[in-house]
């Protein structure tokens, strides 16, 4: 069965640091990875799609098969990248979407 | 602005009693999947409605039904409510064909039941 394990519920970054945040997944078949995003008093959007390989807001992710991991990365972290980010994975054509527990993101100033 | 749209977005039941949650999908989307999100837990697939059938379903039971119409809006119901039941309920709207496309969420409803 698909799972998606964020080992970290909370993680306190100074701005200008780098950042990154962790998703280890299982899967039976061949899983599309995304990270999707809720800032304070938003609703969940999507952040950014493996297949897509590209950079939203400074952040990227590399899909690793071999550990099974999808980690998001920013290099410089910025006050307003604070916000709820949750890993999900979904099968291709199987729109049913598994998210991870979701890991809370604070950057000090 | 996504374009989803949920109501109510609070709504308080007691235990026993059944509830209707709705959901307006984006314009252009054919395909809307709803989510239970309990506190300090992620969302978690309670079942996906294409072209009116549901098109796979997440470990929920029976209880927990849905409907999509032909302007693909849909529902959500749960009847005999329990306590554990209270959750943030989210809808999210995509288009399926050719693959995995983005899928869009609305801003939830929060259900109380007491």
């Known amino acids: 069965a698909q799972r998606v394990t964020q080992p970290e519920k909370l993680l306190s970054v100074f701005k200008g640091a780098p950042v990154e945040l962790k998703c280890n997944y299982s899967y039976s078949g061949s899983p599309e990875l995304f990270w999707y995003v809720q800032y304070s008093r938003q609703r969940l959007q999507l952040l950014l799609r493996?297949?897509s390989r590209e950079s939203i807001k400074g952040f990227t992710a590399d899909l690793n098969k071999g550990e099974t991991s999808f980690h998001l990365k920013k290099p410089f972290a910025q006050e307003e990248d604070s916000a709820m980010y949750y890993c999900?994975?979904?099968?291709?054509?199987?729109?049913?979407?598994?998210f991870g527990a979701g890991t809370r993101l604070t950057v000090k100033p | 602005e996504t374009g989803v749209t949920q109501s109510p977005t609070h709504l308080i039941k007691t235990r026993g009693q059944q509830v209707t949650l709705r959901c307006s999908s984006q314009s252009g989307h054919n395909t809307v999947s709803w989510y239970q999100q309990a506190l300090g837990q992620g969302p978690q697939f309670i079942f996906q409605y294409y072209r009116e059938e549901e098109n796979g379903r997440g470990n929920f039971p029976p209880r927990f039904s849905g409907l999509q119409f032909p302007n693909y809006s849909s529902e959500l119901n749960v009847n005999a409510l329990e306590l554990d039941d209270s959750a943030l309920y989210l809808c999210a709207s995509s288009l399926m064909g050719g693959g995995v496309t983005e899928a869009f969420f609305g801003q939830g409803t929060r259900l109380t039941v007491v």
């Open positions: 999900a994975l979904t099968l291709y054509n199987n729109n049913d979407m598994r």
């Open positions: 493996h297949i």
